[in-house]
Nanobody
Framework: QVQLVESGGGLVQAGASLRLSCAAS????????MAWFRQAPGKERSFVAV????????YYVDSVKGRFTISRDNAKNTVYLQMNSLKPEDTAVYYCAADPRGRWVVPGTGVNEYEYWGQGTQVTVSS
């Protein structure tokens, strides 16, 4: 049974930093693309970042480039999202997602590309 458990969300002021973690179990983490998505109130869930299984290469949505960093620790089966210079528009529920297919391709950015999801962690940035 696959489980993804996020942690690290919270309420911060604009300009602050947060580090999200997602601990995975029940899958072969080293062969799994790991991603972060977010969903703001009244909006659809959208892609934030992904890190590949084969070379740990990161990809980001334009709005977070230079501020967010995705990383992974295969020994701990954990993916991280370091979020710096947070803005009020970053406020959302952040979800960890996993694609365990082990494909040798650039990972997708659509929600239907990912088979497994965490329960989400709330990030609120006040102005």
């Amino acid at each position: 049974q696959v489980q993804l458990v996020e942690s690290g969300g919270g309420l911060v002021q604009a300009g602050a930093s947060l580090r999200l973690s997602c601990a995975a179990s029940g899958l072969t983490f080293s062969n799994t693309d790991m991603a972060w998505f977010r969903q703001a109130p009244g909006k659809e869930r959208s892609f934030v970042a992904v890190i590949t299984w084969y070379d740990s290469r990161p990809y980001y949505v334009d709005s977070v480039k230079g501020r967010f960093t995705i990383s992974r620790d295969n020994a701990k089966n954990t993916v991280y999202l370091q979020m710096n210079s947070l803005k009020p528009e970053d406020t959302a529920v952040y979800y960890c997602a996993a694609d365990p297919r082990g494909r040798w391709v650039v990972p997708g950015t659509g929600v239907n590309e990912y088979e497994y999801w965490g329960q989400g962690t709330q990030v609120t940035v006040s102005s």
